[in-house]
């Protein structure tokens, strides 16, 4: 008599890294979508033809900072996985918190769509604080570091 063979699967650990990268992705989706939310309306679309996004003039400074803020979480998705472990963990943890401060003052008193999608992003952000953590039980926890690990004890 055979047994019955077993269908489940279990996956293979995920690496931090491709955790912390996914959580910066999806951070970044709310950030647009709510952005673009936010063209559906009349009072912003009043600021603007004002050239005014909240209380601040539309100029080449603003457009320029407003660039850098959403490039630096953009490089967090490629930087996370290509940095070392301890730094690795120490700029995410600091690039998160300060987001995390960002988006809750920018969220103070607005519509409940934008505050909606704020807690969103900043949970994901304390995420990527949680699994950022977790880098540094070995010093250095990358694939080639690994490799050389191995041809050591071999």
Not at 23 to 46: E, G, K, N, Q
């Amino acid at each position: 008599m055979s047994r019955p063979t077993s269908t489940v699967r279990r996956l293979a650990p995920l690496d931090p890294r491709l955790k912390i990268s996914a959580l910066w992705i999806s951070t970044l989706f709310v950030f647009a979508y709510v952005d673009v939310f936010s063209l559906y309306r009349p009072d912003v679309r009043a600021r603007l033809d004002e050239g005014k996004v909240h209380e601040f003039a539309v100029s080449e400074t603003f457009l320029f900072l407003t660039t850098l803020y959403i490039v630096i979480p953009s490089l967090m998705v490629a930087l996370t996985l290509l940095m070392p472990a301890v730094l690795n963990r120490n700029v995410n943890i600091a690039v998160a918190a300060i987001y995390i401060f960002t988006i809750v003052g920018s969220a103070i008193g607005d519509w409940w769509y934008f505050v909606f999608g704020s807690v969103v992003e900043a949970v994901l952000l304390i995420g990527v604080i949680l699994v950022a953590r977790s880098l540094t039980r070995h010093r250095d926890d990358s694939p080639e570091a690994a490799v050389v690990a191995e041809r050591r004890t071999a």
